[in-house]
């Protein structure tokens, strides 16, 4: 112990481990290190992962929870606005459409969560392949818009459908029962954090094998260039179609689990300010990349928890550190440290 905190000794040729630590860039080494060995950063960030409950309130879980939902809407995001560049601005609708159809079918058929998500997957790539095959043909600042009326178009839905959707008082969802568990019933938060946990890992897998699939390739040419893709042979209309499909349904999926974590959800739960907010993740976190639309998740719930102490400047102060990650990093949170540390792999897992 001594030795360590003396430092290395003059003329020595060995260095203390201590003074190894304290060398500039030795946490960017690490995680290098890290990038380079996928089944041991793997391992060690979800034992931390499954750790994390252990020292913390049911509040704090609750809101652990939500930074996990929140990951995997963004990976959602990422993949329609990140990897094809699309302004799909209805994100948020999505959002809702999971959590309605997955409330709806839990409490009134009595189906597990598992059922339930997935039926908010299957209705969010249903509405996005409808909505998609009209939608994707428009460019840049028209689709935007586009997407942005539809998404007040279901806002109108889940208002005014009395009957099914609860209108202006909200939808009661029943407390989740999961397949997994023999059908058994699950209301407290340290219990929901590990499917939470579940669901960004299956996510994760998938997003980051499909990046690195042909058709994550076709969207990246597309994004680039749309001359060049049609060029390569590419259906630059199909290849957008599939876009919306697929990161829709993942948002959706992670609206219907939001929906059983809050036992009851509103219509204007599912507006401008959950898509600005769903927005801000992603371009804070690396426009683009999966690391960063967790890291941007988990960024933003932590900072927007604790300014919440400062009552009355809190919103100014948490504009001010949006303001200033901005402009201090263009590039986002993990973009900026992937491009200033090149051996930084996209995914550890």
């Not at 041991?40 to 939902?69: E, H, K, M, R």
Request: with cysteine; glycine share 14%; net charge positive.
């Amino acid at each position: 112990m001594k030795q360590i905190d003396a430092g290395p000794q003059a003329g020595s040729a060995k260095t203390t481990w201590s003074a190894k630590v304290a060398a500039p860039g030795t946490v960017a080494r690490l995680c290098i290190w890290l990038g380079d060995r996928p089944v041991a950063s793997g391992s060690l960030i979800l034992t931390v992962a499954l750790a994390v409950p252990l020292g913390l309130d049911g509040y704090l879980v609750y809101l652990t929870n939500l930074a996990l939902v929140y990951a995997v809407t963004a990976m959602g995001f990422t993949i329609v606005l990140g990897w094809t560049g699309l302004l799909g601005l209805c994100n948020s609708a999505f959002f809702g459409l999971g959590a309605y159809t997955g409330g709806l079918v839990a409490a009134r058929w009595g189906v597990p969560v598992e059922a339930a998500i997935l039926a908010g997957a299957l209705a969010g790539g249903l509405v996005g392949l409808a909505f998609g095959s009209l939608a994707v043909r428009l460019r840049r600042y028209y689709l935007a818009i586009t997407a942005i009326a539809f998404m007040f178009v279901l806002d109108y839905f889940f208002r005014n459908l009395d009957e099914i959707t609860g209108g202006v008082r909200g939808l009661v969802i029943p407390a989740p029962t999961f397949a997994l568990l023999g059908f058994q019933q699950v209301s407290s938060s340290y219990g929901h954090y590990y499917f939470s946990l579940l669901m960004v890992v299956v996510v994760y897998l998938f997003a980051v094998r499909l990046r690195k699939s042909s058709l994550g390739r076709e969207w990246q040419v597309v994004r680039a260039d749309e001359r060049v893709a049609m060029a390569l042979g590419i259906n630059v209309y199909l290849s957008k179609l599939k876009a919306f499909v697929i990161g829709f349904a993942v948002i959706a999926a992670s609206g219907a689990w939001l929906g059983f974590l809050l036992g009851r959800i509103f219509p204007e739960s599912f507006l401008g300010n959950e898509m600005m907010y769903q927005f801000l993740i992603v371009a804070l976190g690396g426009l683009g990349s999966v690391n960063g639309a967790v890291g941007g998740a988990i960024f933003l719930i932590v900072v927007r928890q604790y300014l919440r102490g400062y009552v009355g400047i809190s919103e100014i102060l948490f504009g001010v550190l949006l303001l200033v990650t901005v402009l201090a990093l263009p590039r986002g949170i993990y973009g900026t440290l992937a491009e200033k540390y090149r051996g930084l792999r996209e995914g550890f897992l």
